[in-house]
């Protein structure tokens, strides 16, 4: 039988490598089977502070739950102005919101759930669910 002799600097690196691919397979699996989601969904009750915030071109939640007429604040967290806009039936928008500001509308008073968009920038989509 010949022995050959690994280096060792080579075999940790061979297991680092297996143990960082252990890793990413890992980090990318979900329970449901499907693919990963960034997508949150918050619920507020009634009477509880209800926000958005902007930051890197998203709104976060992306999905928000609350009660008819709740205040939503909407924080602009990009350097660059963003809004909050109702499609469809435009329930609500909030106008501009300048980078680094802040503003607040009231929810629709009628249950339903409400995409909404920026107006700039038509990619960044939302969802309010009132009820």
């Given amino acids: 039988m010949i022995a050959t002799r690994v280096h060792p600097r ?5 297991v680092a ?7 990413a397979l890992t980090a990318c ?5 499907g693919t990963p989601s960034t997508s ?7 009477g509880g502070a ?13 999905s ?6 709740t205040v939503v604040t909407v924080k602009n967290e990009d350097n660059t ?14 106008g501009t919101i300048a980078g680094g500001k802040s503003t607040t509308f009231k929810a629709p008073a009628t249950a339903g759930t409400y995409d909404y968009i920026c107006n700039i920038h038509q990619y960044m989509k939302g969802k309010l669910t009132v009820r």
């Fill in 10 to 14: 080579r075999a940790r690196l061979a």
């Fill in 17 to 23: 490598g297996a143990a960082c691919a252990l890793l």
């Fill in 29 to 33: 699996s979900s329970s449901s089977g």
């Fill in 40 to 46: 949150a969904s918050v619920s507020n009750p009634a």
């Fill in 50 to 62: 209800a926000q958005i915030v902007i930051k890197d071109f998203l709104f976060s939640p992306a």
């Fill in 64 to 69: 928000l739950t609350v009660a008819p007429g």
């Fill in 81 to 94: 102005a963003h809004t909050a806009t109702a499609t469809g039936s435009k329930a609500f928008d909030t």
